[in-house]
């Protein structure tokens, strides 16, 4: 498989359950980021790895917990989450991170509703 | 700070008939600019980008023009066809960093 895959592609959840976005990439990048695309809002930079590193926190809530094992895989542990945490959820994956200004590949994203 | 803003939507065309989806930016330096476009049900893909003032990008037909003097990045298309229907985003990568910065999008519908 090529590009960027994303499982479940769907997700329902109530607000006390714990569950797991999983993302991976085959393109041999070394940068991934997570994104939250909700209605009408600009897409929502919400993490960055670098070579496994996080590199970039953007004031997401701690119910949100990233998890990057190599530079091929990309988790988002979700806990405790809210109704206004309903949304896609894309993760995107680069070259690398150092200024390159490099094009962005995303995978088809997560559709999580929470109930 | 940085920014991007886009026209809003939906745009609705009839099929071959001539396409423009606005897009100004805010940003100090030298962005590198993109259209990103969005399949029902899929993720985003890029579309055209360009990294330096004056370029043009292009693919499938669709063309934008960097545009520092009138900080714009317009995307636009001679003849849209029903299979261009899809969302559009016009995003910027400020000046040494790989950050995107998205506008809000916008929806094409394109009518037979």
């Known amino acids: 498989e090529t590009g960027v895959t994303q499982t479940p592609r769907h997700l329902v959840m109530g607000m006390t359950n714990k569950k797991s976005l999983k993302c991976e990439q085959h393109?041999?990048?070394?940068?991934m980021y997570w994104y939250k695309q909700s209605a009408k809002k600009p897409l929502e930079l919400m993490f960055v790895y670098s070579l496994e590193e996080r590199v970039e926190n953007n004031s997401v809530p701690s119910r949100f917990s990233p998890e990057c094992p190599n530079s091929s895989h990309l988790f988002l542990h979700l806990h405790t989450l809210q109704p206004e945490d309903s949304a896609l959820y894309l993760c995107?994956?680069?070259?690398?991170?150092?200024?390159?200004?490099?094009?962005?590949?995303f995978g088809p994203g997560t559709r999580l509703l929470v109930l | 700070g940085n920014s991007v803003t886009q026209m809003e939507g939906p745009v609705t065309l009839s099929e071959e008939a001539f396409l423009t989806i606005n897009c100004t930016y805010t940003?100090?330096?030298?962005?590198?600019l993109f259209w990103y476009v969005q399949y029902p049900g899929e993720g985003l893909q890029l579309l055209l980008k360009a990294t330096k003032a004056d370029d043009k990008g292009s693919n499938k037909g669709f063309e934008a023009t960097y545009r520092k003097e009138t900080t714009s990045f317009h995307l636009e298309k001679g003849s849209v066809q029903v299979s261009d229907s899809a969302v559009y985003f016009c995003?910027?990568?400020?000046?040494?960093?790989?950050?995107?910065?998205f506008g809000t999008g916008t929806r094409l519908q394109v009518f037979p």
């Open positions: 393109l041999g990048h070394n940068a």
């Open positions: 995003a910027l990568s400020p000046d040494y960093s790989d950050k995107l910065i």
């Open positions: 940003a100090t330096g030298y962005p590198s």
């Open positions: 995107a994956s680069s070259l690398g991170v150092g200024g390159a200004q490099e094009t962005q590949y």
